[in-house]
């Protein structure tokens, strides 16, 4: 797997463990919120994959885009599909989010290399 992606789920999974073992009950809601609404429903998956990440590119939090790029790619988006999706992210919160593109695409590529 590619430094970029394990520094990032490395980093992830450690504070996340920190952060629920801290006991804290809203923070314990919340995560247990984001994980149900990603579930499959009226919506499948890849949608609301693709919707989290454009909301989390438009909102540029780099950590939102780099986790919903690597669901994605795991429920086999494809690279033309991330890449409309975050088209649509660039139009929608104009020029200040090319920058995240730019981020979003580099671990698009490091994704595309692990899974060869």
């Known amino acids: ?22 006991n804290n009950k809203i923070v314990k809601r919340i995560f247990n919120l984001d994980t ?9 998956v890849k949608t ?3 919707l989290g990440l454009v909301a989390s590119a438009v909102l540029r939090c780099d950590d939102c885009v780099k986790y919903h ?6 429920e086999g988006i494809t690279k033309e599909e991330m890449m409309e999706a975050m088209g649509i992210a ?4 104009g020029t200040i989010v090319i ?3 730019r981020r979003a695409y580099e ?3 490091a994704l595309e290399e692990s899974g060869k």
């Open 1 to 22: 797997m590619s430094d970029i992606i394990q520094e990032f789920n490395d980093y992830r999974s450690k504070m996340n463990e920190k952060l629920l073992a801290d």
């Open 36 to 44: 149900n609404a990603y579930a499959p429903g009226a919506l499948d």
């Open 48 to 50: 609301k994959e693709l």
């Open 69 to 74: 790029l690597e669901t994605s790619y795991k």
């Open 90 to 93: 660039t139009l929608v919160g």
């Open 99 to 101: 920058p995240h593109l």
């Open 107 to 109: 671990f698009w590529e």
